[in-house]
T-cell receptor, first 112, second 115 residues
Framework: SQQGEEDPQALSIQEGENATMNCSYK?????LQWYRQNSGRGLVHLIL?????REKHSGRLRVTLDTSKKSSSLLITASRAADTASYFC????????????FGKGTKLSVIP | DVKVTQSSRYLVKRTGEKVFLECVQD?????MFWYRQDPGLGLRLIYF???????EKGDIPEGYSVSREKKERFSLILESASTNQTSMYLC??????????????FGPGTRLTVL
């Protein structure tokens, strides 16, 4: 069943601008992860944030997590044309679960 | 470098055929997963396996079966392919690891068309 829902569904920005994508989920989680998918390819893991963390950085990526609002955001700073891809959030419901539940994704287009 | 490979990038089959999709990982991961991805529906879990010969149904197991005889290989089987199984199929693996470190590594995907 779908848990994470990304917003917006599609986003188009100019190169050099920042891109922000949001994810909302319904039940408590152990961790939340963001993945990227280039067109027609598999997903690639970007960053993981645990339920007891509020913010995490990795290069040009910044992820925040608000467990009280059951939401997360992914910020890509100084975007590049190569960042054009679909971005998915995925939640792990509990420590004993092996599964991740993926959202439907945000399609980001970065215009050179 | 970690690697998940899938047997085919593109596959065309006829309705009623038995279809095998193979996935191999070289990371000694315990967990393996099969998803299908359709426009507007995102990724949906078909089956997963947390050990050799173990399998668990995901959200949409109907019409599919799986086999895991060796740790590195996880096969998805369409017993009698139907047109509504036309989709992108993605395999992934992950390690049990420490709690909260269960990154999934994906293969490149198999785009299956059933005519």
């Amino acid at each position: 069943s779908q848990q994470g829902e990304e917003d917006p569904q599609a986003l188009s920005i100019q190169e050099g601008e920042n891109a922000t994508m949001n994810c909302s989920y319904k039940t408590s989680i152990n961790n939340l992860q963001w993945y990227r998918q280039n067109s027609g390819r598999g997903l690639v893991h970007l960053i993981l944030i645990r339920s007891n963390e509020r913010e995490k950085h990795s290069g040009r990526l910044r992820v925040t997590l608000d467990t009280s609002k059951k939401s997360s955001s992914l910020l890509i700073t100084a975007s590049r044309a190569a960042d054009t891809a679909s971005y998915f959030c995925a939640t792990r419901p509990g420590a004993g679960s092996y599964q991740l539940t993926f959202g439907k994704g945000t399609k980001l287009s970065v215009i050179p | 470098d970690v690697k998940v490979t899938q047997s085919s990038r593109y596959l065309v089959k006829r309705t009623g055929e038995k279809v095998f999709l193979e996935c191999v990982q070289d990371m000694d991961h315990e967990n393996m997963f099969w998803y299908r991805q359709d426009p507007g529906l995102g990724l949906r879990l078909i089956y997963f396996s947390y050990d050799v010969k173990m399998k668990e149904k995901g959200d949409i197991p109907e019409g599919y079966s799986v086999s895991r005889e060796k740790k590195e290989r996880f096969s998805l089987i369409l017993e009698s392919a139907s047109t509504n199984q036309t989709s992108m199929y993605l395999c992934a693996s992950s390690s049990l690891g420490l709690a909260g470190t269960d990154t999934q590594y994906f293969g490149p995907g198999t785009r299956l068309t059933v005519l």
